[in-house]
């Protein structure tokens, strides 16, 4: 399958991210490639970029499309992994390194990667296929109460009870094998009503176990400083997230990097030594177009956040 994919926010992150042609930036999230592409647009021949991806088959489709560019390193691996990387490559600091979080395009289109709960296939969800623990695991073996837990944090959905208790039930006669069988599971928990009303019924159970099978949100955190601490003075991180538990994570690291004194308010001075290590530019997130809503419907909840070190 072609590794095609729509880039949300392309412009306003590149744009605001990549300031020097001559520097060098890491795309995080290589995916089909949009971000790339147009960092090295704006690059010149002394310019330098490095993309992470953790799919092999991101990869590959990059190295077809970046043919012979000698100002692109790619790297098959985790972005949790980005400061010993560009340690090892001898490339700190960087000028700007962009992230854009959460699935692609081929990775919920693909049916057998098991992302999709619109197209029956095995239950996976990994987007590091070697990675140890897959989303079968996770339905058929965690308990009820751990399963619930599981979909209220990471999946915000209010029948989270239900839906683990429906699921749990639904094992007891055979292992769901399949995405179609769990789809199955969350329809029948889920009131007829809000099922004709509200977004798919199984959207939130799918994002909640995507979350835990890959850690995204553990990676995200423990990633934010790095990126920071790789950064030369004058560098920028830009962030795009797709749900308001990543954005909360970027939000409160990168207030956590304007130097705010966290001390108890009784004590008489600061003995936090708080310093500010960073200036945020987006006061707001930087949200789709209407236009770009319309043309990509998975861009309606990205938000882009931006910061520069100093």
């Not at 965690?142 to 619930?148: F, G, K, M």
């Not at 915000?156 to 006669?173: G, P």
């Not at 991180?237 to 990097?257: A, N, Q």
Request: aromatic share 6%; glycine share 6%; proline share 5%.
């Amino acid at each position: 399958m072609e590794f095609h994919h729509v880039t949300v926010l392309l412009e306003e992150t590149v744009d605001s991210v990549v300031t020097n042609p001559a520097g060098t930036y890491v795309d995080c999230t290589l995916g089909g490639g949009g971000h790339s592409q147009r960092i090295l647009s704006k690059l010149n021949a002394l310019g330098k970029l490095i993309c992470f991806d953790q799919d092999r088959q991101a990869i590959r489709h990059a190295e077809e499309v970046f043919g012979q560019d000698e100002r692109v390193i790619l790297i098959n691996r985790n972005f949790e992994s980005l400061k010993e990387t560009l340690k090892e490559l001898d490339l700190l600091p960087v000028d700007g390194i962009i992230f854009d979080l959460g699935v692609s395009s081929p990775q919920l289109d693909e049916a057998e990667r098991g992302f999709s709960y619109m197209q029956d296939a095995p239950l996976d969800m990994r987007m590091d296929p070697t990675g140890v623990l897959d989303a079968r695991e996770i339905v058929n073996s965690w308990s009820e109460d751990d399963l619930a837990q599981l979909i209220w944090d990471y999946g915000e959905e209010k029948w989270s009870k239900r839906i683990a208790q429906f699921i749990v039930k639904a094992r007891q006669d055979h292992p769901l094998e399949t995405t179609g069988e769990l789809v199955q599971a969350i329809k029948a928990a889920v009131p007829a009503a809000v099922r004709r009303n509200g977004p798919h019924p199984a959207k939130r159970t799918f994002q909640a176990i995507r979350i835990v099978v890959n850690d995204e949100l553990g990676v995200l955190d423990r990633v934010m400083d790095q990126a920071m601490g790789c950064l030369d003075h004058g560098g920028r991180v830009g962030v795009i997230t797709f749900h308001s538990l990543e954005d909360r994570i970027v939000k409160e690291r990168m207030k956590s990097w304007l130097g705010r004194c966290t001390c108890p308010s009784e004590l008489p001075i600061c003995r936090c030594n708080a310093k500010a290590i960073a200036k945020v530019l987006t006061r707001k997130p930087i949200l789709p177009s209407q236009e770009e809503v319309e043309q990509n419907p998975r861009s309606r909840s990205a938000k882009l956040r931006v910061a520069e070190k100093i």
